[in-house]
């Protein structure tokens, strides 16, 4: 009765660090999303002058839309590095990691991308870039680890959603700041791409007043450390120290020894599950998010939409997914995951489906009412990509597996992740500029192919806290038609 009393009463301090964490690691993953949107026309300009002048090199058109895409993709691909990064960094602990060592490669990156400016040099623009993609593969990853591992099992779903809240809140940020007028100028960009980096010094300055989650610092069989930790938290204060650790297990599902990717990878069961997340995540992208957040100017422009207003979109998109999000926080609980995700997914599809037809239609003829249709279809894709799509891909791949396997998991997830937004940022512009609304194609085929493979075998991975704690740390509700862990039906994968 005393542990439930404490679970109920003494959240606050822990919803608030693990809301800090979260908001400031995965802010800087949404604002260098967003960032190169409105501003892309400055930045090329200087890669075409820096080539001019230093190289004697004229780009064409259609070598600077490439160098562009190169660009914009540069982050997912550093991203990737991130990921094959994650087995390795595991051991540290993600508090560390998060707050520590990632921030460094942030700081490093930001500070590299202002400074191609003043060298008049854009190779150091690309790798500064590529180095807060390997920033965002990590703290994707590291991330909803952490927030396993300190927020109780009850609430754990809605915190988790917050991620996607966090990185709504950096494109706004980001959006906002590169508007012409703000940081967007000629001049004043190598501000604009540096500024991430301050949150990296505030949080790295922030790790030295807290602690490691009391999992790790009890992995490493540090037990002083980890009382301590649990105390910060949670304000569990025993004479026992048993009796604290059995009150922080009551509340925190026990994260046991990661397994690396291998290891995870070479039971079938597990296999199983890390494939099924892999898919989600790689739904999330081709439905098409990144490309709406990267490109949203070019997907109006090319539906001849009121010029005054293109610049704003990034930020207006923003502001309206994080308030798009909220309700996502409670029915991620009280509706599931399954039926949250598959159902928005299939309104994801619907809205490519109309971007595709309302851009083909403003190529013919600058119609008012394609206009405005491929806005309200804009709005349609938000509502269905913030209420379920978005957040619920953020954790759900460590769901699908045993807790031994959540870190390998979703080091694949976010990998596959990273993967499919290199491709579609990568080839969306050139192919939107060759062959207008039928670039869209790329999104409704693969979305509907990953429908067809998860409706029948996505479970529902609610986790049903109410059991009793020391079954609840070793079982998940996988729904009514699938076995428990290690039991899993491995011969459709």
């Not at 010029?307 to 997914?321: N, R």
């Not at 990273?418 to 579609?424: E, K, P, R």
């Amino acid at each position: 009765m005393k542990s439930l009393i404490i679970k109920s009463e003494d959240q606050g301090k822990v919803v608030a660090v693990c809301l800090l964490c979260t908001l400031l690691t995965i802010m800087p993953v949404g604002y260098h999303i967003v960032v190169l949107n409105v501003p892309s026309t400055v930045i090329q300009n200087f890669y075409a002058e820096a080539f001019r002048e230093g190289l004697g090199v004229e780009l064409s058109a259609r070598a600077l839309s490439i160098l562009w895409s190169l660009t914009i993709a540069s982050q997912a691909i550093g991203a990737l590095i991130g990921c094959s990064l994650v087995s390795s960094l595991a051991p540290m602990g993600s508090k560390v990691v998060i707050l520590t060592v990632n921030n460094c490669i942030l700081a490093a990156g930001s500070i590299l991308m202002a400074t191609s400016y003043y060298f008049s040099f854009p190779p150091i623009f690309l790798i500064g870039r590529m180095m807060t993609g390997v920033y965002s593969g990590i703290a994707c990853a590291f991330v909803p680890l952490f927030v396993q591992q300190i927020v109780p099992k009850n609430i754990k779903g809605s915190l988790s959603c917050f991620l996607h809240i966090a990185v709504c809140f950096g494109s706004s940020l980001g959006a906002v700041l590169s508007l012409p007028f703000v940081l967007g100028s000629a001049t004043s960009w190598p501000i604009l791409v540096s500024l991430p980096a301050i949150f990296g010094i505030v949080l790295m300055f922030a790790s030295s007043y807290i602690p490691d989650t009391p999992n790790t610092l009890l992995q490493q069989g540090k037990y002083t450390k980890a009382i301590e930790s649990i105390r910060f938290y949670y304000d569990i204060a025993c004479d026992d120290e048993d009796e604290a650790i059995g009150m922080y297990w009551d509340m925190v599902p026990e994260m046991p020894t990661q397994l690396t990717f291998w290891e995870a990878w070479r039971d079938g069961a597990v296999r199983g599950g890390m494939l099924l997340g892999m898919m989600v995540s790689a739904a999330q992208i081709f439905s098409g998010s990144m490309v709406s957040i990267s490109y949203s100017t070019v997907m109006f422009d090319a539906v001849a939409f009121m010029d005054f207003l293109v610049p704003f979109l990034p930020a207006l998109g923003s502001i309206l997914s994080i308030v798009l999000t909220i309700p996502a926080l409670h029915m991620v609980e009280s509706k599931g995951r399954r039926p949250l995700l598959l159902k928005t997914l299939i309104l994801c599809v619907i809205s490519n489906i109309f971007f595709l037809i309302f851009t083909l239609v403003s190529q013919v003829s600058e119609s008012l009412w394609a206009s405005w249709g491929f806005a309200l279809a804009f709005l349609m894709y938000g509502v269905g990509y913030n209420l379920g799509v978005g957040p619920v891909a953020y954790f759900l791949p460590a769901e699908l597996v045993p807790p031994e396997a959540a870190s390998a998991s979703l080091g694949a997830a976010v990998a596959v992740n990273w993967f499919c937004t290199s491709l579609t940022t990568l080839f969306f512009y050139p192919l939107s500029v060759s062959i207008g609304g039928w670039s869209y194609i790329i999104f409704i085929v693969p979305t509907s192919l990953f429908l067809l493979i998860l409706w029948p075998l996505l479970p529902e991975t609610k986790f049903h806290y109410k059991e009793d704690p020391l079954e609840a740390r070793l079982l998940y509700d996988l729904g009514p038609t699938l076995p428990p862990y290690g039991s899993l039906n491995t011969s459709l994968f």
